[in-house]
């Protein structure tokens, strides 16, 4: 598995399985156990969930998809804003691991910004850290400038990530905040990166699939994972889409075919503000 690295300095899977709208009906749970136990068989070993799909259900099925594996899985999951107060994200958390039936986190995220100072979330952050709850934290959703005033929080230098939205039609962050991120060596992690399965498949995408003789969706996730200190965490119900993913890995854009990519999903040109699913 091809990885990039930590601020701290460890090795993370830059490909990944997220797992919203896991977890809610029964008539699925089946298949997308066969899902994620197929994706770490495959190295998918970063797993993203959080307290909010499925209301713990996703977390659940986590769980029970990685029951006797936990040491093969890189677990990040996320606690809403309005918990993520002093006392509130530690009482989150501790639900989050009995539900994901493990003793510790790798990574814990609040999920978007709320009402609650960033400085009381960091606290529980670095409160969960020293306990061995959670063994890095971050953030999801915050933009350049909303990073900015995260610096100047206490124990800020030990954010590891920002998850944000980030595909070929959301190249929004390659203004600011993608630069911003690598200048710390912080990785950013590319959530919804083929857009929910909405992406337009046609044209370059169409032509680079029959090329290489995958889908649409494979270059789009390839081109994800061409760049720089990016993660990606697609989600597959259906094992044969967690296939088709980790093939990504393989594909190779050669420059002639990112610059025509460039040409449909051009890059920004000035400051768009972070957009969220
Ligand atoms: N931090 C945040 O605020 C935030 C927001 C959104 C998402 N996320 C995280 O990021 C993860 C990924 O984002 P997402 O779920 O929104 O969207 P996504 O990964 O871009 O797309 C998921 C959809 O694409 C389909 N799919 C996956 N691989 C495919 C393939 N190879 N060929 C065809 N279809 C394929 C899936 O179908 P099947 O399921 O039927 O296989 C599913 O319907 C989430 O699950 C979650 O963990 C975080």
């Known amino acids: 598995m091809r990885t990039t690295t930590l601020p701290d300095g460890e090795a993370v899977p830059v490909l990944g399985q997220g797992t919203w709208m896991m977890g809610e009906d029964r008539r699925h749970r089946a298949e997308e156990l066969r899902a994620l136990r197929h994706g770490l068989d495959l190295g998918l070993g970063l797993i993203d969930t959080a307290e909010m799909y499925g209301e713990g259900g996703a977390e659940e099925l986590v769980g029970e998809a990685i029951a006797g594996r936990r040491d093969e899985v890189f677990l990040v999951s996320k606690v809403y804003p309005h918990n993520a107060s002093r006392a509130g994200a530690v009482a989150a958390c501790e639900r989050s691991l009995k539900r994901l039936g493990t003793d510790r986190l790798d990574l814990y995220l609040l999920h978007w910004r709320g009402q609650h100072p960033l400085a009381e979330t960091v606290a529980a952050f670095e409160r969960l850290r020293a306990d061995g709850k ?69 044209g370059v995408l169409s032509e680079l699939a029959q090329r290489h ?45 990112l610059a025509a990519i460039d040409r449909s999903f051009p890059a920004p040109v000035a400051k768009e503000p972070l957009a969220m699913l």
């Not at 590319?190 to 992406?199: C, T």
């Not at 993913?245 to 854009?253: F, G, I, M, P, Q």
């Open 134 to 202: 959670i063994r890095h934290w971050g953030v999801s959703n915050l933009d350049a400038d909303e990073m900015d005033e995260l610096v100047g929080v206490p124990d800020s230098a030990r954010c590891a990530t920002d998850q944000v939205l980030y595909n070929l039609c959301r190249r929004g962050i390659e203004w600011d905040l993608l630069p911003w991120c690598r200048r710390r060596g912080m990785p950013v992690m590319a959530y919804s990166p083929i857009e929910q399965g909405r992406l337009p498949t046609g």
């Open 213 to 257: 003789g995958c889908g649409p969706f494979q270059v789009a996730l390839a081109w994800v994972l061409a760049q720089d200190g990016v993660i990606a965490i697609p989600k597959a119900g259906r094992p044969k889409h967690v296939e088709a993913n980790a093939k990504a890995l393989d594909l190779v854009l050669a420059p002639e075919e």
